[in-house]
């Protein structure tokens, strides 16, 4: 039965589909028009200091400085966390507690921050305070004393509370990066509390890697929400005070990064953590695909209670308390996408396999045209969310400023997205799991899987962190017995662990290397002893060794 | 903090010169010099300044001020004074505890200040 408001709805639905049409159509067009011109950052030069600016004419104003002083920079460790913390210290002009009281009164808030490759000092304040801001923020980079009881008494304290709070999670990512980039890039975000820094971070290595960090090369400044006229007005009053180039005696480590992948396992008790990294899309890359595959391996939920249906929510989906999310960690000469994937021991285990599984599914092109266009948009969204809000757009620009390049191009950037296909997608994928991994496990290592067990590719390329590993664990399992033996069965020990450890072909050529005939005799109460075969002598000792503890 | 003349009288050339030598006559009829100590080591720790002031002395520093302390009681209960080579020499009693001393001051002055400040609105 159809009752006669159904039919008549359809005739009404038909003939509005009709007469809409163009509005429709006009309305897509300027949704179009608004994506185009987000505002992207508009790059200029005051009085020699790189600043890219925005102003939606908002009331309040972020204003940074982003400075090339990263932990990839550093050439001690420690040092640029030892920079972040002296930040807003005493300066020659006032002390910490003015400026903290004095922005307090403006409703200021001051914080200093870095990533992997930026340092960044940022003030968020109301938009009539710029002049005391920037003469804060210039104040703080070329005026700050670098006092031995503020390093002693605030920045070693401030440290410990945070390497305190270091997780499982981000101990797994800073591993990840360093088997896969080993220094610069590779070197650990915030050195946990079993670094020994002593040796190199003091508050004088602090002040000399300040000079070299803070001058007009080296920093940018950005600013979200400031008047073009009033920045450039008070900037050249303010930023005179910077100098123009390094008189340091320590150096930026500015060497260019290298992808070397491996595998790095570590023991820690309470919770796990998993990481999966492949090289992936650097800032100045243009693979939008990267972004996209992203999105499609997804993890994180867009509502609440929900993580969502992207591939990496699926396979965490079967394992309650297991969290895993991908993500494009993108440097000025490198990236890295990684999975994280963090929980209980069996449930990591479980999402990994399900992880590369997925992984392999993108590369077989087992992908839907729905698949392609919902990660499209999430990319897209991601994008205009993080240019549009604050903090991780200022700190994305600043860092392509030092760098050398221009502030990301918004509406370019959205049309690239756009641009990605299906088979370009199995084309990223399939070179994903063609490249060398770094898988980073962090906890419970008897239930973690070794990344040949997840069918990536294989890490033993002749000698590498895994069969080092080996002969490690071979060296130790003989090392009680050794305790009171000779030195050079403790060499055989090694010798022959790290044989094994290597490949079939390279084996044979090492092992055949390695016969020696060597003869040796022990000299008792001056009278020489039997002359003996070493490699014997050592194959005895260790059948000796063996025997009781097997028995 | 008691008021002193000190600064006033640094500040004039000619009344430096006057009051130089009665200063230097003073500091040594004060007797601690002959015990090894410097003036610094007479300030009273009984004070929060000062007992932090006292934590960010350098490590030589603080070694050597706990040595001279020890020496000055073990001679002052002995009714003794080192020998004249001994003694702390004019040169060598340089303020190190007061330029810490006057930093932590002014911090306290300054938290004071800040708060019991009032807030003037510009409109």
Redesign the interface.
């Known amino acids: 039965m159809i009752s006669r408001s159904t039919v008549t709805r359809g005739c009404q639905l038909a003939l509005r589909g009709q007469s809409c049409a163009q509005t429709a159509q006009r309305r897509s067009f300027a949704a179009a028009a608004a994506i185009g011109t987000p505002g992207s950052f508009e790059p200029t030069e005051i009085a020699g200091l790189k600043v890219a600016s925005k102003d939606a004419g908002g009331p309040t104003t972020r204003l940074a400085i982003v400075a090339k002083a990263g932990t990839r920079y550093q050439p001690l460790p420690g040092l640029t966390v030892g920079l972040e913390e002296f930040a807003f210290k005493n300066t020659t002009k006032r002390?910490a507690?003015?400026i903290v009281?004095e922005s307090e009164?403006l409703g200021g808030q001051l914080t200093a921050t870095h990533t992997r490759e930026a340092l960044v000092i940022q003030a968020n304040f109301l938009r009539n305070d710029l002049p005391y801001f920037l003469e804060l923020l210039s104040e703080v980079v070329s005026q700050t004393k670098y006092t031995?009881?503020e390093f002693?008494e605030q920045v070693q304290h401030a440290m410990h509370l945070k390497q305190a709070k270091i997780n499982a999670a981000s101990l797994a990512l800073d591993s990840a990066h360093s088997v896969a980039f080993h220094t610069g890039l590779g070197s650990a975000l915030y050195p946990s509390s079993a670094t020994p820094l002593g040796p190199y971070m003091s508050e004088h290595t602090i002040a000399s890697y300040a000079e070299a960090v803070y001058n007009k090369g080296n920093i940018s400044l950005v600013a979200d929400g400031a008047a073009q006229s009033q920045l450039s007005k008070w900037g050249e009053t303010f930023f005179k005070a910077i100098p123009s180039a390094s008189s340091s005696d320590l150096s930026l480590n500015t060497a260019a990064s290298k992808y070397f992948g491996g595998e790095s396992r570590t023991s820690r008790p309470g919770a796990n953590a998993y990481v999966i990294a492949f090289p992936g899309a650097s800032l100045s890359d243009n693979k939008p695909e990267i972004s996209v595959l992203t999105a499609l391996l997804g993890g994180e939920g867009n509502v609440k209670w929900t993580t969502g249906f992207s591939l990496l929510s699926k396979a965490a989906a079967g394992s309650p308390g297991v969290s895993a999310s991908a993500h494009n960690h993108a440097y000025s000469d490198a990236g890295l996408l990684t999975i994280s994937i963090s929980g209980p021991s069996g449930g990591v285990k479980k999402t990994a396999e399900e992880a590369v599984k997925a992984i392999k599914s993108i590369a077989d092109g087992s992908l839907s045209k729905e698949d392609v266009s919902k990660a499209i948009a999430n990319a897209k969204f991601n994008l205009l969310s993080v240019s549009e809000t604050s903090g991780t757009g200022i700190i994305a620009t600043g860092a392509q400023l030092i760098a050398g390049g221009k502030p990301l191009d918004v509406a370019a950037a959205v049309k690239s997205l756009e641009s990605v296909t299906a088979d370009k997608l199995k084309a990223a994928a399939k070179s994903l799991l063609e490249s060398k991994a770094s898988v980073a496990s962090v906890g419970d290592l008897y239930v973690l899987p070794y990344a040949e067990d997840l069918g990536l590719k294989a890490l033993r390329e002749s000698i590498d962190c895994f069969s080092l590993r080996c002969s490690a664990q071979d060296v130790l399992a003989n090392a009680v017995p050794l305790l009171e033996s000779s030195y050079n069965r403790y060499l055989a020990v090694a010798a022959r662990a790290v044989r094994r450890s290597l490949k079939d072909d390279k084996r044979l050529i090492a092992e055949r290397r390695g016969d020696t005939d060597l003869r040796f005799a022990k000299w008792e109460n001056g009278k020489q002893g039997e002359p003996k075969s070493l490699v014997e002598a050592n194959t005895a000792a260790m059948v000796e060794a063996a025997g009781p503890s097997s028995s | 903090m008691p008021a002193s003349l000190a600064p006033f009288i640094a500040a004039r050339p000619w009344l430096l010169k006057l009051f130089k030598p009665a200063a230097a006559w003073y500091a040594n009829a004060a007797s601690y010099r002959q015990l090894g100590l410097y003036a610094d080591d007479l300030v009273s720790e009984e004070n929060e300044d000062v007992l932090k002031a006292l934590k960010r002395l350098p490590p030589r520093q603080s070694y050597d001020r706990v040595f001279r302390i020890r020496r000055a009681t073990q001679l002052s209960l002995q009714q003794k004074i080192l020998p004249r080579a001994d003694w702390t020499k004019p040169e060598e009693d340089k303020p190190y505890l007061g330029p810490l001393l006057a930093v932590l001051e002014a911090e306290s002055k300054e938290r004071e200040a800040l708060d019991t400040l009032t807030v003037l609105k510009n409109h």
């Open positions: 002390t507690l003015r009281r009164l031995t009881f002693n």
